[in-house]
């Protein structure tokens, strides 16, 4: 009588299986044709538009489980799925089929006295894991740049969007298929166990960077606990700094958009500051807008009575406001001296992800650009715009505030590594 019985596949044996069937998919990866790598993003971006009607009964599943959940609006919103959105990242797809193939590129080649030509070389990363939450549309950002870039991917999102990101993972690696490419280049964890995630952040056997998008809770959890190298960003705590002089119609309009055109993304600006000589002629203005759009307005004392529209939402700021990303319809409001007030707020209580200026004054514009110590720094332009997408980069592993090796929007350069290549015509060393 046969007695035995089926291993349990559990999150250890899950994420074990993952690392290494990532591990073996890499080094293929790697060497893929630029034609190969075309052939996979415009087959995905076909895949995309041809399912977008299923891939949105998949996400409705998600939508009502969350709703019956709880969730935050915010994040509900995150969690949606709309053809544009789908458009958007079938479009970033094509964007990086078409882009120049930086693998491999030899940058800096000099000869040195001894003979020998030194230069570097752009190579893959390897393996990363990217940890993220609710938005599914992160699963086909991860899935195209890691296949641009020559890299393999473990993709771990959140329990939220599962049904979503199941049916994005099988069109990727439909995708790679086709194009000849290992179907393991790019893998979803199939559990919503939180184990995983531990398992995930410490096999540096297997897994070279991990890149967190979420939540400060779930970013700090990473940062503190992985055993390997983190690119990350905590809070999007943006400004935008209305100057003196500027166009008030421009500022208007730059305002709004920063902040209402999406409350839940990371590049909303939370807090407006404007310089005391343009306060009269531009909050009475943008405060009307605020209130026509139900945003509540957190105001010091000099704010209040330059903002008093019709219906408006207005408390009293406390310290902590500047500290805070509301993700939602809420904007704290400061009238600052001038530039340089400005600036120091900035870097005080920012979080060093995006800041913009709107200004007629070319030298305030150029010191703005200098001295904010911010990974996006925009002069006339929404903080909106800190984006991989609108930036060219065809998509965005996430947006990076930290100092080394990738800052701003991650694209496909912030998913590789320069390793130095030494030419000679055998020369020895004396």
Known sequence: MNTTTDTPDTPARIMQRLGQQAKAAASRMAIASVSQKASALRTLAQLLREHTDALQTDNQQDLERA????????????LRLKPAVLETAAQGCEQLAAMP???????????????????????????????????????????????????????????????????????????????????????????????????????????????????????????????VPVIKHLDGICHTYVDDPCDVDMAVTVTDNAKTQKYSPCNATETLLVARGVAAAFLPRMAAVFAAKGVEMRVSPDVEPLVQAPEAQIRPVEEADWSTEYLAPIISIKIVGGLDEAIEHINRYGSHHTDAIVTNDHRHAQRFLREVDSASVMVNAS??????????????IGISTDKFHARGPVGVEGLTSLKFVVLGEGQVRG
Request: glycine share 12%; aromatic share 4%.
């Open 383 to 396: 903080t909106r715009f800190a984006d991989g997408f609108e930036y060219g980069l065809g998509a965005e």
């Open 67 to 78: 709703v019956a959940n709880g969730l935050a609006e915010p994040m509900v919103d995150r």
């Open 101 to 227: 193939d930086i693998i491999g590129e030899i940058s800096g080649l000099r000869q040195l006295p001894s003979g020998i030509r030194v230069g570097q070389m752009r190579v893959p990363i390897g393996v990363f894991g990217m940890i993220y939450e609710s938005r599914p549309n992160v699963t086909i950002e991860a899935a195209s740049l890691a296949i641009k870039s020559g890299n393999a991917c473990i993709l771990r999102g959140g329990s939220e969007a599962i049904e979503s990101n199941k049916a994005l993972a099988a069109l990727v690696q439909q995708a790679l298929r086709s194009a000849g490419l290992p179907e393991h280049g790019v893998q979803l964890v199939p559990t919503t166990d939180r184990e995983a995630v531990g398992h995930l952040i410490a096999m540096p056997e297997y897994v070279d960077v991990i890149i967190p998008r979420g939540g400060r809770g779930l970013i700090e959890r990473i940062s503190r606990d992985a055993k």
